[in-house]
């Protein structure tokens, strides 16, 4: 090309990108991304304080929050803990690793007692004499006398060598 229509060109580039940096730069010009819908946007997040206090903090208006608001599930009965904890434990009970045993032993302590008794339940059922000692503190806590007699059938059990056991000491 000749130099006639390329210098023009070019000042006229030149022009556009320092009136576009001056605009940009005192404000009269906003570059933002459309904002989402209402629908996508969760209330308690759009308004956030700390949105609020964020957008005045840095001089710019307050923008609704971006993010999407999450499912809300409702809140977990208690039967419906009790339901799920004992159904761990339960499942827990099944396993043959010490990680297993010491998560159903340290449901021993927990202040429901439909959880307690799964708990003694569920050490009953993994048969591990490692349990015993802390049957015997969760004897010692409980001042419910149904309570102390599971406990005390518990600790009997884990106590009796099993058929195999007893046939491996009279040999």
């Given amino acids: 090309m000749r130099p006639k229509v390329v210098i023009p060109i070019l000042l006229i580039t030149a022009a556009i990108v320092t009136l576009a ?3 940009a730069r005192s404000g009269r010009l906003n570059f933002q991304a459309p904002l989402p819908s209402t629908e996508t946007v969760s209330p308690v997040a759009a308004t956030s304080p700390a949105i609020t206090a964020t957008a005045k903090n840095n001089n710019s208006p307050a923008l609704p929050a971006l993010l999407p608001a999450a499912p809300v599930s409702p809140p977990e009965t208690h039967d419906e803990y009790v339901t799920r904890r004992s159904a761990e434990l339960m499942d827990l009970a099944m396993n043959d690793d010490l990680d297993s ?5 340290s449901e021993l302590n927990n202040p429901d007692a439909q959880i307690r008794a799964t708990a003694v339940t569920a050490t009953v059922q993994f048969k591990s004499p490692l349990a015993i000692p802390a049957l015997q503190d969760a004897y010692g806590r409980t001042s419910d006398p149904q309570e102390k007699i599971n406990l005390a059938k518990a600790i009997d059990f884990l ?12 040999n």
């Fill in 21 to 23: 940096l001056w605009f």
């Fill in 159 to 170: 106590s009796t060598p099993s058929g195999s056991e007893a046939a491996g000491q009279t």
């Fill in 101 to 105: 045993l010491n998560t159903i032993v």
